[in-house]
T-cell receptor, first 110, second 121 residues
């Protein structure tokens, strides 16, 4: 059972906009910034969004992040087949005193 | 170009110690980044193991801390993990990563490819 809660799956068709949610609590998302990672099966995770809504160099602006209260969201617009991957949120937890991850959401491009 | 590469034995016997090393190229481990270990059991999500700075400051997963030792070798630009008294639940892909920003943000911007460690007799 992950500390951060994500839907296990999401899907969309090419060109569509998809959002993935990440629900936490006051000790993690509610008081710290959120990061998002993309993991293509069989490969290492890749930093996609940091500090709630910042994109590292090289990440397309089709990917955006937001946070409100104890929840965060990742939005992917103009969905492409190459976006098919697992997406995972992460944040520091003040109570557990460590980095906590969501269970991951498997995105399927139909 | 910054690269991280994990190395270590793929198979460890129960109750023994898992030892892994991460070799860093393109970035000094003495720089103002922090370094971390994250693992992923087969078919499951990511689990943070620990993050630490060359200054000696570090944070570790409370559930693993009693079995965990980390170290940095600045002369070889490597850092290591030792996890003792392993059981089957420690079977996972182990990733090393570079952390940026505040140590308590969990922002890992560069990852190694990962190494599979299996605990089995």
């Amino acid at each position: 059972q992950s500390v951060l809660t994500q839907p296990p799956s999401a899907s969309g068709t090419p060109g569509q906009r998809v959002t993935i949610s990440c629900s936490g609590s006051s000790s993690n998302i509610g008081s710290n910034t959120v990061n998002w990672y993309q993991q293509v099966p069989g490969t290492a995770p890749k930093l996609l969004i940091y500090s709630n809504n910042q994109r590292p160099s090289g990440v397309p602006d089709r990917f955006s992040g937001s946070k409100s209260g104890t929840s965060a969201s990742l939005a992917i617009s103009g969905l492409q087949s190459e976006d098919e991957a697992d997406y995972c949120c992460a944040a520091w937890d003040d109570s557990l005193y460590g980095v906590v991850f969501g269970g991951g959401t498997k995105l399927t491009v139909l | 170009q910054v690269q991280l590469q994990e190395s270590g034995p793929g198979l460890v016997k129960p109750s023994e110690t898992l030892s892994l090393t991460c070799t860093v190229s393109g970035s000094s481990i003495s720089s103002d980044y922090y370094w971390g270990w994250i693992r992923q059991p087969p078919g499951k999500g990511l689990e943070w193991i620990g993050s630490f700075h060359h200054s000696g400051i570090g944070d570790y997963n409370p559930s693993l801390k009693s079995r965990l030792t980390t170290s940095l070798d600045t002369s070889n630009n490597q850092f290591s993990l030792r996890l003792n008294s392993v059981t089957a639940t420690d079977t996972a892909i182990y990733y090393c990563a570079r952390g940026s920003g505040s140590r308590r943000q969990g922002t890992f911007d560069i990852w190694g490819q990962g190494t599979m460690a299996t605990v089995s007799s």
